[in-house]
């Protein structure tokens, strides 16, 4: 099995352990994503997004509130303002041996505490053409926080991811926020 990083940097040959920029003083690690989970890092790196996925504890409500209408297995809504941004970024995926690195059992999340190179680096241009094509509904909307707000208090698995980049949002203590950061 691969598993992969995106970023906007074309030619990382090695990626050394470091703590994400939220969490400082965690333990230096090389974050890696398999490739069902992937999708949610075909954005530009700094732009906030809100994900949300069924799971199988995923109550009959919740299932009829945010999927009824939806045949895409996820759904990622951004802000209008990164819309731009989204069109014109070229992310490059790296991929990796998944022997390099251990799970951390958070949906898809996988950690090296090693310095690991690629097996192979691919630009990845036309975004929202990856994203459809990954079996993920798209939304645009003006402002994330009703959804993000929302969608703590459910059954979904959901990420906020790069939140402290939104448009009004606060970051309230005890609010979960995309992981890793």
């Not at 703590?19 to 974050?31: F, I, K, W």
């Not at 993000?148 to 609010?175: C, D, P, Y």
């Amino acid at each position: 099995m691969n598993l992969f990083h995106y970023s906007e940097e074309p030619n990382i040959a090695r990626f050394v352990p470091r703590a994400p920029l939220a969490h400082p003083d965690a333990e230096p690690l090389v974050y890696a994503i398999d490739a069902e989970h992937s999708p949610l890092y075909y954005f530009p790196r700094d732009c906030p997004r809100v994900c949300l996925w069924l799971l199988p504890t995923t109550t009959p409500e919740d299932r009829e509130r945010y999927f009824t209408h939806v045949s895409a297995s996820k759904i990622i809504a951004i802000e209008s303002g990164w819309l731009p941004r989204l069109q014109n970024t070229t992310l490059y995926r790296y991929t990796f041996d998944s022997r390099e690195f251990v799970a951390t059992g958070d949906h898809g999340v996988y950690v090296s505490c090693l310095t690991v190179s690629p097996l192979r680096i691919e630009p990845m241009d036309n975004l929202l053409e990856h994203l459809a094509n990954a079996d993920v509904e798209i939304r645009i909307t003006p402002s994330l926080v009703p959804l993000g707000r929302a969608v703590i208090e459910t059954t979904l698995h959901f990420s906020l991811i790069r939140m402290r980049n939104a448009q009004g949002w606060e970051g309230a203590k005890g609010t979960p926020v995309g992981y890793p950061q």
